[in-house]
């Protein structure tokens, strides 16, 4: 096991000019499982194969404990790799698959099959080890490929959207299985995905990135209570939180003819930038229908049993109708067309910069 420092690491790919990693500045500790998530083409692949060895450094280093691997070739950095797409040999056994790296490495065949078998008890793979890959589902053939990366004793696990090509529920329970092994096995783990649930529920860490920088690195519940800007307070969350500019004055905004109060401090940060819109963030689950709070008319109902998700419309500071999500009792006869009432928590209301997109308040 060991830690994993990326030092400025910076990737941009032959014919670019912008960075598909920009500088990024990230450590994570000895056996910690880290998720680095953000949208398409935010730089968290190609991050994990810089690590990996996949990708070449163009700026900057990464280290594996207190090993300079920036120019040190795959084969060496002691790491073990699962990728979406399993990547199993399909004339191979389970345990064929499983063995075949140690095979390569030169591992003695007593060696390889106490180590098997040990992998497979862990993965509840023993009834299948003599099976093909076709012969397996798809959460198996995923379990087989955690396998052959355990049986290494690799010092890092690096995962890359494993759980992608699996249907929603059994996405669930291997994610929960994916977890509840890291922490058993402890070792140091970078997963990648794009799916923000899989990076809250998972992760001891999460860092969001976008366009190749590193917007926020921190726990999951801090990343949901404290988003150091309106991306990262957009992108974690579900629902998304809603995002609408609106109107300063003395004393808060106004949103649909409702004033909501803010502190000072907020309001006096927004001033010194010369700014008189915030944008205010209200996630969902801090919105309730009630006889007070602003109009809002409701476009699209979707109910869920105990809950119900709200669309509605309210109109921005510049007069441009935004549609936000308010979380209700699935109980609740609300239907399209109608105009309701929404209060908020004003204890969880958060406050980002129009034009740099910073949080007011974290």
Same mark, same amino acid.
């Given at each position: 096991?060991?830690?994993?420092?990326?030092?400025? #690491?910076?990737?941009?790919?032959?014919?670019?000019?912008?960075?598909?990693?920009?500088?990024?500045?990230?450590?994570?500790?000895?056996?910690?499982?880290?998720?680095?998530?953000?949208?398409?083409?935010?730089?968290?692949?190609?991050?994990?194969?810089?690590?990996?060895?996949? +990708? +070449?450094?163009?700026?900057?280093?990464?280290?594996?404990?207190?090993?300079?691997?920036?120019?040190?070739?795959?084969?060496?950095?002691?790491?073990?790799?699962?990728?979406?797409?399993?990547?199993?040999?399909?004339?191979?056994?389970?345990?064929?698959?499983?063995?075949?790296?140690?095979?390569?490495?030169?591992?003695?065949?007593?060696?390889?099959?106490?180590?098997?078998?040990?992998?497979?008890?862990?993965?509840?793979?023993?009834?299948?080890?003599?099976?093909?890959?076709? #012969?397996?589902?798809?959460?198996?053939?995923?379990?087989?490929?955690?396998?052959?990366?355990?049986?290494?004793?690799?010092?890092?696990?690096?995962?890359?959207?494993?759980?992608?090509?699996?249907?929603?529920?059994?996405?669930?329970?291997?994610?929960?299985?994916?977890?509840?092994?890291?922490?058993?096995?402890?070792?140091?783990?970078?997963?990648?995905?794009?799916?923000?649930?899989?990076?809250?529920?998972?992760?001891?860490?999460?860092?969001?990135?976008?366009?190749?920088?590193?917007?926020?690195?921190?726990?999951?519940?801090?990343?949901?209570?404290?988003?150091?800007?309106?991306?990262?307070?957009?992108?974690?969350?579900?629902?998304?939180?809603?995002?609408?500019?609106?109107?300063?004055?003395?004393?808060?905004?106004?949103?649909?003819?409702?004033?909501?109060?803010?502190?000072?401090?907020?309001?006096?940060?927004?001033?010194?930038?010369?700014?008189?819109?915030?944008?205010?963030?209200?996630?969902?689950?801090?919105?309730?229908?009630?006889?007070?709070?602003?109009?809002?008319?409701?476009?699209?109902?979707?109910?869920?049993?105990?809950?119900?998700?709200?669309?509605?419309?309210?109109?921005?500071?510049?007069?441009?109708?935004?549609?936000?999500?308010?979380?209700?009792?699935?109980?609740?006869?609300?239907?399209?067309? +109608?105009?309701?009432?929404?209060?908020?928590?004003?204890?969880?209301?958060?406050?980002?910069?129009?034009?740099?997109?910073?949080?007011?308040?974290?």
């Amino acid at each position: 096991m060991a830690t994993v420092r990326f030092d400025l #690491a910076t990737r941009i790919y032959p014919g670019g000019t912008v960075p598909a990693v920009d500088q990024l500045e990230l450590e994570i500790a000895d056996g910690e499982f880290l998720v680095l998530v953000g949208p398409s083409g935010c730089g968290k692949t190609t991050s994990l194969r810089m690590l990996a060895g996949l +990708e +070449e450094i163009n700026e900057g280093r990464v280290w594996i404990g207190d090993r300079d691997v920036t120019n040190v070739a795959p084969k060496d950095r002691d790491i073990a790799m699962v990728f979406q797409n399993y990547a199993l040999y399909p004339h191979m056994t389970v345990a064929e698959n499983m063995g075949f790296g140690l095979k390569i490495a030169g591992v003695n065949k007593a060696e390889i099959a106490t180590r098997v078998a040990e992998a497979a008890k862990i993965l509840d793979l023993t009834p299948y080890l003599e099976r093909k890959p076709k #012969a397996l589902s798809g959460g198996q053939r995923q379990r087989v490929a955690m396998g052959r990366a355990i049986v290494r004793n690799p010092q890092v696990f690096l995962m890359d959207e494993p759980l992608s090509n699996l249907d929603a529920k059994l996405r669930v329970q291997t994610r929960t299985q994916i977890a509840s092994l890291q922490r058993r096995l402890g070792v140091t783990t970078v997963y990648v995905t794009h799916d923000q649930t899989e990076a809250m529920t998972m992760g001891d860490r999460v860092a969001v990135m976008k366009d190749g920088l590193l917007q926020q690195v921190d726990t999951p519940q801090n990343l949901y209570d404290k988003p150091r800007n309106a991306f990262v307070a957009g992108f974690i969350g579900s629902p998304a939180m809603n995002l609408v500019d609106v109107a300063t004055d003395a004393s808060g905004v106004t949103l649909n003819g409702h004033h909501v109060p803010l502190s000072q401090d907020v309001l006096g940060k927004a001033a010194a930038e010369g700014a008189s819109t915030l944008t205010l963030g209200l996630r969902p689950e801090d919105l309730h229908l009630s006889n007070d709070g602003f109009e809002m008319l409701v476009d699209l109902v979707e109910l869920l049993g105990a809950d119900a998700y709200i669309y509605g419309e309210v109109t921005d500071a510049s007069g441009e109708t935004k549609m936000i999500t308010v979380r209700a009792d699935g109980r609740i006869a609300t239907q399209r067309g +109608e105009t309701v009432r929404v209060a908020l928590n004003p204890e969880n209301v958060h406050a980002f910069s129009v034009a740099t997109g910073l949080s007011y308040i974290n």
